[in-house]
T-cell receptor
C-alpha cells in the first residue's frame, strides 16, 4: 500500500479483555516497529522486527503484551487481560531497510481505551 | 543513558511570526541520528528531517531550518513566517547506532499558530 495502515483506528475494551491490533507496513519494508503513545507524551518504543524476526522486545511493558510478524509483512500486537493503564495510542512504523539511519514511516495509530 | 528533552510543552504564536522549537539530547554513542517529526491532529507522524552525528551543517528547506550543535547537544527547529497549517505537535527523536533503529522521542512541543 501507499502508506502504513493500522486497524482498527479505535478500540474500546473492557478491563480483562484481550485485544489484537493490526499493522500493514509499506510493501517491501524490512523493519517494523511498535510504539505506545500516552496522552500528551512522546511515543515510546515497544518492539522491533526485521522481516519475521523479533530482534528487540525490550520495551514491552509486561508479559501481557505480545507481537508477531509471521511472514515478514503484516504484524499484530496482542494485549491480554487489558488494564486501564494500557489505554494509549499504539503506533506502527516501517522502514525500508535495517539500521539507525533509516527513516521510519508511521501509521495513524490505534487508539485503545480500556474501561 | 539516552534521552531527548523538549522543554517547551506548548507554544502559541500569531501567523507570520518566526518560532524556534528546542531539542536537547543525551547519548553515549558517537554515531547517532536525529530526527524531527510533525504530528497533526490526524495522529500520523510525518517525517521532516534526519541529521547524522558527523554532519553539523545547518539545513534549510523552504520555511523550515534546523540548527545542529554537537557542543551543546542541541538540534533546534525554526519555522519562519509561521502559518496556521503549521499547527501540530512536533517531536524530536534520537536513533543510536548501537540500538538498531529504534527511536527515542522527546515529549513533544505543541505549536499553535493563530491567524
Amino acid at each position: 500500500g501507499a502508506g502504513v495502515s493500522q486497524s482498527p483506528r479505535y478500540k474500546v475494551a473492557k478491563r480483562g479483555q484481550d485485544v489484537a491490533l493490526r499493522c500493514d507496513p509499506i510493501s517491501g519494508h524490512v523493519s517494523l516497529f511498535w510504539y505506545q503513545q500516552a496522552l500528551g507524551q512522546g511515543p515510546e518504543f515497544l518492539t522491533y522486527f526485521q522481516n519475521e524476526a523479533q530482534l528487540d522486545k525490550s520495551g514491552l511493558p509486561s508479559d501481557r503484551f505480545f507481537a508477531e510478524r509471521p511472514e515478514g509483512s503484516v504484524s499484530t500486537l496482542k494485549i491480554q487481560r487489558t488494564q486501564q493503564e494500557d489505554s494509549a495510542v499504539y503506533l506502527c512504523a516501517s522502514s525500508a531497510h535495517q539500521g539507525p539511519s533509516q527513516v521510519a514511516f508511521f501509521g495513524q495509530g490505534t487508539r485503545l481505551t480500556v474501561v | 543513558a539516552q534521552k531527548v528533552t523538549q522543554a517547551q510543552t506548548e507554544i502559541s504564536v500569531v501567523e507570520k511570526e518566526d518560532v524556534t522549537l528546542d531539542c536537547v539530547y543525551e547519548t553515549r554513542d558517537t554515531t547517532y541520528y536525529l530526527f524531527w517529526y510533525k504530528q497533526p491532529p490526524s495522529g500520523e507522524l510525518v517525517f521532516l528531517i534526519r541529521r547524522n552525528s558527523f554532519d553539523e551543517q545547518n539545513e534549510i528547506s523552504g520555511r523550515y531550518s534546523w540548527n545542529f550543535q554537537k557542543s551543546t547537544s542541541s538540534f533546534n527547529f525554526t519555522i519562519t513566517a509561521s502559518q496556521v497549517v503549521d499547527s501540530a505537535v512536533y517531536f524530536c527523536a534520537l536513533s543510536e547506532a548501537s540500538q538498531g533503529g529504534k527511536l527515542i522521542f522527546g515529549q513533544g512541543t505543541e505549536l499553535s499558530v493563530k491567524p
